[in-house]
């Protein structure tokens, strides 16, 4: 039996294989490795199509947040609000940049922060708040505007796992005073390397972001200020441009292959992802969540169907965040969600036969497969 991964970035390649192949070879004839022109072309596609002015090509998603805090002027002695419930780089390069990591808890049915809770955890010490698109859905941007907007806040959108993501009428990354992109080979819109990128309107902030990531200086030799070596290379631009033509198409297989687990699903005892009016998720993940879960996902395993728990223990209760007290029961909904969430295989190239072999395993498990 063949088997089905939580993602087949292979059958991706093979059906694009000659643009990729093309664009490679033009950047070896080319002579341009690093902040050619193919990197300053992708910054303008990728900010045209989240719907900013600016667009600034970094190394990874992670220099993205890294370089927007810092450009904020965010450091120690600060207070960030963000989710737990998230990969580690949210909160930790808010703890590289001296702040203070503030942790609220999320929503049951979406996984994304809750603005109530945001607006409840403000203190005289906080300068931004970092919210986190999960799985491919935008967090509940107009609330958190208001409350940014009534407190004088900073907003650093966290668009790692949603590009291209709407919310009434507009996309993810158009929203926060900046937003933060990664082109990890996993996500929506993957290079085949690390790379990132960050979206704004604000010209200063994006001409700081270039300077930032060219170690601090404009001109070659010539330093303004204390800077990074963050610089989105030639090849991965040239890729993520090939890819960019594709995405929209590959977003809607998405949507359509969840369409047909929820479908499926329906009669299981599994709780199926929930979408909020208004929203067009793009299902970077389609995560479940489901009684016994570390045993549903050996199970499958063992029938050759990769899962995956994004993200079993949430940030608050890590070893790295001993320090800020946390306990157990402190978030109590991200805390149920690292317990049960399980995320099935979600790429554009599934087929109707793969997805109800899943299923079926699924089915065959609920109804007494293994205890």
């Avoid at 960030?80 to 990969?87: A, E, G, L, S, W």
């Avoid at 994304?112 to 698109?133: G, S």
């Avoid at 996309?171 to 960050?198: E, H, I, Q, W």
């Avoid at 317990?339 to 089915?363: C, D, G």
Wanted: glycine fraction near 8%.
């Amino acid at each position: 039996m063949t088997t089905i991964s939580v993602l087949d970035l292979k059958a991706q390649y093979q059906s694009i294989k000659d643009e990729i192949d093309a664009a490679v070879l033009g950047v070896m004839a080319s002579g341009y490795f690093v902040l050619g022109p193919n990197v300053k072309a992708l910054e303008a596609e990728v900010a045209e199509y989240v719907g900013c002015r600016y667009g600034v090509g970094v190394a990874s998603g992670t220099d993205a947040l890294r370089l927007s805090l810092a450009v904020l002027g965010i450091g120690p002695g600060d207070e960030v609000i963000t989710t737990p419930f998230t990969f580690v780089a949210t909160a930790n390069t808010i703890s590289h940049s001296g702040a203070r990591p503030v942790f609220v808890d999320i929503d049951p049915r979406t996984f994304n922060i809750v603005p109530a809770q945001i607006e409840a955890a403000v203190t005289e010490r906080t300068k931004a708040i970092v919210p986190v698109h999960l799985y491919g859905q935008p967090a509940e941007m107009e609330a958190i505007m208001d409350i940014a907007r009534r407190h004088s806040l900073y907003v650093i959108e966290d668009c790692a796992q949603a590009i291209g993501a709407e919310a009434d009428g507009r996309r993810v990354g158009s929203f926060g005073d900046v937003a933060c992109f990664s082109f990890y080979p996993t996500k929506n819109l993957g290079a085949y390397g690390d790379g990132g990128m960050v979206t704004t309107n604000n010209s200063e902030i994006a001409g700081r972001i270039d300077v930032l990531r060219r170690q601090g200086g404009k001109v070659k030799y010539y330093h303004e200020v204390l800077g990074f070596n963050s610089r989105l290379d030639e090849m991965q631009a040239a890729l993520l441009r090939v890819k960019l033509r594709h995405l929209d198409g590959w977003q809607a297989e998405r949507r359509r292959v969840a369409a047909r687990y929820d479908e499926l699903l329906s009669t299981l005892d599994v709780v199926t992802p929930v979408v909020r009016p208004g929203v067009t998720h793009v299902y970077h993940q389609y995560t479940i969540r489901v009684p016994r879960r570390d045993e549903l996902h050996q199970f499958l395993k063992d029938r050759g169907i990769g899962t995956m728990i994004y993200y079993p223990l949430p940030l608050h209760l890590q070893k790295l965040y001993h320090d800020l007290g946390y306990a157990e029961g402190s978030l109590p909904v991200s805390e149920e969600a690292g317990r049960k969430v399980l995320s099935l295989p979600m790429y554009p190239e599934l087929t109707e036969e793969q997805i109800q072999r899943v299923v079926e395993a699924i089915a065959e498990f609920l109804s007494g497969g293994v205890r």
